[in-house]
C-alpha cells in the first residue's frame, strides 16, 4: 500500500519521501486511518515497528484542520516513561510539524534539567511530549493547562504503568477532559495494559504488530557460564577478539555501569556509561555518541531496555541477568531488529543458572551455554 493511500496531506507525504520512507510500516497502515478517524486505539508493537510515526502523522494532519492556539492550553499530551524517549518523540514531531503549511508547535519536557526554559518555551504550544513527573510540576507552576487536550497518547504504557509512574499518570489523567481521543501504544499486552484499555479506550481500533517474542527468531543467543571474578576478562576478550563495534552491555545497578565502563576505559575500549544518576546533557550526549559509531560499548542499566530506537544494534550483552524474563526480553529486543540479524549474550554466574533456566522456559527456547573455563582469555 502507498503512503497515498493512507490520507495523508501531499506536504507530509513529501516529508516521509525526504525520509526516504518507501511505503507505510503495518502498524501505520492500521494507525493513521484510525487516528485520522478520531478513534482511540490500543496499539501493541515493539520499538522499531514505526509506531512514532503511526501516531504522529495523524496527529499533526488533525491538527491542521482544527488549530486553535490557547495560550499554555496544549492540544495533544504524550506521555512517555523516559527523558531519552520524550526527545526522540520530539524529533519526529518537530521533523514533519516543520513541513506543514499551517506551523504545529512541539515541545519535549523531562526531568533532570532546569524547569524554567520548559516553562519559558511553553508558549503557544500545541503538542506536548512529557515524562509525568515533569508535567505535574509544570502544571503546579500554571506553566501548561491541560483541560483542552483532544488527543491522549500513552507510549510504552506498560512500563509507564509500572514502576512507580502509575500514581502520577492517575493524577494526570484526572487533570483531562472526560472527552478525547486515547492513544495507547505498548510492547506487550500485559495485565496492566489491559486493565488500563478497558478503563481509558472506548471501542478501539485494536492493532497487534508483532510481539517483541515474536522477533527472538532474529536473535542469536548464547550465554558463557562465568564467574564473577573472570565476567571483566571474559567481556573484553568477547569484544576485543570479536572486534565488536557496537556493543551494548546491561548491568543491573549504576554502581556496576559506571565500574564497568571504567574497567573498559583502562584497557583500551572505547566505553561509557549511561543510566539514571547522570546528568540529561551527559547522557543525551552518550547516547548520540553511541549511536553516530563514535562509542564502541555503552554501558546501560534497565533505563534504556525498553523504548529507544538504534537502527542497527549488531549485540547486546547481559553482564547481569535481569531479575524478570520479560526485562530479558526486552534488553534483548534492543537487537534483532528491523531485519537485522543480532547476537545477544549472557553471563551466567553459578548463582544465575536457576534463574536463567526460568528464562529459557518462559521464552520456550534452549540458549547454548559455553563454559569460560574452556577459553583461553
Ligand atoms: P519507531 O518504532 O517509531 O521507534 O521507529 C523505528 C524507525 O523506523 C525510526 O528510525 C523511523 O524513522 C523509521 N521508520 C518509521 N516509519 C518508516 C517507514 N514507513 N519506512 C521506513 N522507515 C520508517
Do not use: C, W
Not at 501548561?144 to 506498560?158: F, K, R, S, Y
Amino acid at each position: 500500500m502507498p503512503f497515498t493511500a493512507l490520507g495523508l496531506s501531499p506536504s507530509l507525504q513529501k516529508a516521509m519521501e525526504n525520509e526516504g520512507y518507501k511505503k507505510p510500516y503495518p502498524i501505520q497502515i492500521e494507525a493513521i486511518p484510525a487516528i485520522l478517524n478520531k478513534n482511540d486505539v490500543l496499539g501493541i508493537a515493539k520499538t522499531g515497528s514505526g509506531k512514532t510515526a503511526s501516531y504522529v502523522l495523524p496527529i499533526l494532519m488533525n491538527l491542521q484542520g482544527n488549530l486553535v492556539s490557547k495560550n499554555r492550553h496544549v492540544n495533544v499530551l504524550v506521555l512517555v516513561p523516559t527523558r531519552e524517549l520524550a526527545i526522540q518523540v520530539g524529533e519526529v514531531f518537530q521533523l514533519f510539524g516543520n513541513k506543514l503549511t499551517r506551523k504545529v508547535k512541539s515541545l519535549a519536557v523531562y526531568g533532570g534539567v532546569s524547569i524554567n526554559p520548559q516553562m519559558i518555551a511553553m508558549q503557544n504550544v500545541n503538542i506536548l511530549i512529557a515524562t509525568p513527573g515533569r508535567l505535574i510540576e509544570l502544571v503546579e507552576n500554571n506553566a501548561v493547562h491541560l483541560n483542552d487536550i483532544e488527543t491522549l497518547v500513552l507510549d510504552e504504557a506498560d512500563k509507564m504503568l509500572h514502576l512507580g509512574f502509575k500514581e502520577e499518570v492517575d493524577k494526570i489523567l484526572n487533570l483531562l477532559p472526560k472527552k478525547r481521543q486515547n492513544l495507547l501504544f505498548s510492547a506487550t499486552l500485559s495485565d496492566d495494559v489491559n486493565e488500563i484499555n478497558q478503563i481509558l479506550l472506548h471501542n478501539p481500533s485494536i492493532i497487534k504488530i508483532e510481539s517483541d517474542e515474536d522477533h527472538l527468531d532474529l536473535i542469536d543467543q548464547v550465554a558463557y557460564f562465568v564467574s564473577e571474578e573472570k565476567k571483566g576478562p571474559l567481556l573484553r576478550y568477547l569484544i576485543q577478539q570479536g572486534k565488536l563495534k557496537q556493543v551494548l552491555v546491561f548491568t543491573s545497578t549504576v554502581y556496576k555501569a559506571d565500574n564497568v565502563a571504567n574497567k573498559l576505559r583502562k584497557n583500551g575500549i572505547n566505553a561509557s556509561a549511561i543510566h539514571g544518576k547522570r546528568s540529561q546533557a551527559a547522557r543525551k550526549e552518550t547516547l548520540l555518541k553511541f549511536k553516530n559509531g563514535e562509542l564502541n560499548v555503552l554501558v546501560a542499566t534497565d533505563l534504556l531496555a525498553r523504548g529507544i530506537d538504534i537502527a542497527f544494534l549488531p549485540h547486546v550483552i547481559n553482564y547481569e541477568l535481569p531479575r524478570s524474563p520479560k526485562d530479558y526480553i526486552h534488553r534483548i529486543g534492543r537487537t534483532g531488529r528491523a531485519e537485522n540479524p543480532g547476537e545477544a549474550i549472557s553471563f551466567i554466574t553459578p548463582e544465575d543458572k536457576h534463574h536463567f533456566k526460568i528464562i529459557q522456559k518462559k521464552m520456550g527456547k534452549i540458549i547454548t551455554m559455553i563454559d569460560s573455563e574452556n577459553i583461553e582469555f
